[in-house]
């Protein structure tokens, strides 16, 4: 039964994250237009604690997560990466770990509302939504090999079984990025929309939806959809190897080119 006493906004912002309730929808917004939406250590750990005030809260049936500004999300934050890249021990056990484990299993309606580019967790973190309407203008990738990294949160599992392996690895290894007709064409969204207040009211507008019908039936389906075994497999074996090579000298090289505004060179690195 839906909760009333969330039917007022209730909104707290921390960390370039808002997050709100209105009636049984929690909405989580990235709000770092000017960083493009790149994801910190802080911003993971307070979408996790969104996903987590969802998971816990009976009066909440679904989640739309969506961002401000031109972007939806630019990624891990390049300088925390470039952290993690001189410790190692920040390299495995972080907050993007602890947000990738918590919406791979989230067991509610996940609905996303994707403008602009969208790159890494950009990318990964859609595979683990629901419903996922994109802009016409959407750029959607995942450089994984070109950052010196390699996939994460499930996405060496998902993409190519959603996409097909030859796109996936053009994805991740060219840094292909596919538009938003695009990704409706090859499974990765439900629907393409003009602009982002277009694509927000519409990805709202399925969350609405969605908190309307039946809860049990809804996990019921998500959980016969997403077989949980092989993926948790999954994304262990991918940090273990993440975290190998972020603290390698491919990752460094990629980060101080970043930082620099230049074209990585990773010929001497053998
Ligand atoms: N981490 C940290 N800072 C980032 C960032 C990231 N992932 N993406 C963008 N920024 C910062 C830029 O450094 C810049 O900061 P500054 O204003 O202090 O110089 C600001 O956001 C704006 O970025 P800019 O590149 O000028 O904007 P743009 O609109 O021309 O391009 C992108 C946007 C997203 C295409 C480009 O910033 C980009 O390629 N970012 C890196 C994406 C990436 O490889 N992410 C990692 C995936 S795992």
Do not use: W
Not at 145 to 159: D, F, K, R
């Amino acid at each position: 039964m839906v909760s009333m006493t969330n039917t007022a906004l209730d909104q707290t912002e921390q960390a370039d994250i808002r997050v709100s309730v209105s009636g049984p929808v929690l909405t989580i917004v990235l709000t770092r237009p000017d960083k493009r939406n790149a994801l910190t250590q802080a911003m993971y750990a307070a979408m996790t604690a969104g996903l987590e005030q969802a998971a816990a809260d009976p009066g909440i049936r679904s989640v739309l997560i969506h961002g401000e500004g031109s972007v939806f999300c630019s990624g891990n934050d390049i300088a925390d990466f470039s952290k993690a890249n001189s410790d190692s021990s920040a390299a495995t056990e972080n907050e993007a770990t602890r947000f990738i484990n918590t919406i791979a299993t989230f067991e509610k309606p996940l609905v996303a509302a994707v403008q602009g580019l969208s790159t890494g967790i950009g990318l990964t973190m859609l595979l683990h939504c629901d419903v996922v309407v994109v802009t016409a203008d959407a750029k959607i990738g995942a450089p994984f090999v070109p950052l010196g990294l390699c996939p994460e949160a499930g996405s060496s599992a998902i993409l190519p079984a959603r996409i097909g392996y030859q796109k996936a690895y053009a994805v991740f290894a060219l840094g292909q990025r596919l538009s938003g007709d695009e990704a409706v064409a090859c499974g990765l969204a439900l629907e393409v929309q003009p602009d982002l207040q277009a694509c927000v009211t519409a990805a709202a507008g399925y969350a609405d939806a969605l908190a309307l019908l039946p809860a049990e039936s809804l996990r019921a389906t998500k959980a016969l959809m997403r077989p949980k075994g092989s993926l948790d497999a999954q994304i262990t074996a991918e940090s273990q190897v993440f975290a190998k090579l972020l603290s390698g000298p491919e990752a460094a090289e990629a980060f101080s080119a970043f930082r620099e505004k230049r074209k990585p060179d990773f010929s001497k690195i053998s």
